[in-house]
């Protein structure tokens, strides 16, 4: 969800005007995710090197993070999602934290579409933590080495109740990954528009899916193939 601060920039307006606007995007983008019946959407909310921001900056983040918690808690628990996060999260604010796992625990239970939140996230923070893991299990002889493949190490990672990454959009026209999802995003389409996260809203969305739908995953394999095993 790139771009908040350079929209308010160009209205002559604070950054934080931007994210404001921004948590109204996540809103309707979330709404038409689910009413489209998408599994799982996952938002990038907050980067692990987003701390190095301005203090004021950060601060404001947090502050709009728990009112779109508390605002949001009758729209996910009303509608059957489960609220998920990713990162870092314990060095959060408790004022973010505490609304955060409350949320977290009580939609534990619902089977609707999985909402998560990569915050205080990077691809190669988890990646670590997941190395971290795995290393301490094969020392303490509850693995062995040799066992370590492809699916192990998708199974220590924080994605990995998650199904397979299928699209990544990112807005406001930076063609870079920036350290969201490294692992996940080996087979997922890429796509990145120019339109800033606090414009992108379910029009976009839609165009975005519509895009996607057009294009075809090979996973390596070749045009013939896939549609020979098509018939
Ligand atoms: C993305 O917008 C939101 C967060 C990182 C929280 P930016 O704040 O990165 O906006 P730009 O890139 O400065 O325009
Ligand atoms: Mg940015």
């Known amino acids: 969800m790139d771009g908040n601060g350079r929209w308010a920039q160009q209205r002559g307006l604070p950054r934080i005007e931007g994210h404001r606007v ?3 995007s996540v809103r309707d983008v979330t709404r038409a995710s689910r009413e489209l019946g998408i599994q ?7 980067s692990s090197q987003n701390w190095a921001r301005p203090a004021d900056e950060v601060a404001g983040l947090m502050d709009l993070l728990r009112d779109y918690l ?7 628990m009303d509608n059957g999602i489960r609220l998920f996060a990713i990162g870092d999260v314990d060095k959060l604010p408790p004022r973010v934290t505490e609304p955060l796992h409350a949320l977290l625990a009580d939609s534990a ?3 609707g579409m999985i909402l998560t939140l990569a915050l205080s996230y990077g691809g ?12 301490r299990d094969v020392a303490a002889g509850l693995l062995p080495a040799e066992s370590i493949d492809l699916d192990r190490i998708s199974a220590y990672l924080p994605t990995h109740e998650l199904p397979p990454l299928d699209l990544l959009i990112r807005t406001s026209g930076e063609q870079r990954v920036s350290n969201f999802l490294l692992w996940e995003i080996a087979y997922a389409e890429l796509m990145f528009i120019d339109t800033p996260w606090p414009d992108f809203r379910r029009a976009q969305l839609h165009e975005c899916l519509a895009q996607y739908g057009g294009r075809e995953r090979r996973f ?12």
């Open 70 to 76: 508390l605002s949001e808690r009758s729209e996910i």
């Open 22 to 24: 921004g948590a109204d």
């Open 40 to 46: 799982a959407l996952t938002l990038y909310a907050f």
């Open 220 to 231: 390596g394999l070749t045009s013939q193939q896939l549609s020979d095993a098509d018939v």
């Open 109 to 111: 239970a619902n089977r």
């Open 124 to 135: 190669r923070e988890s990646i670590t933590r997941a190395i971290r893991a795995l290393a």
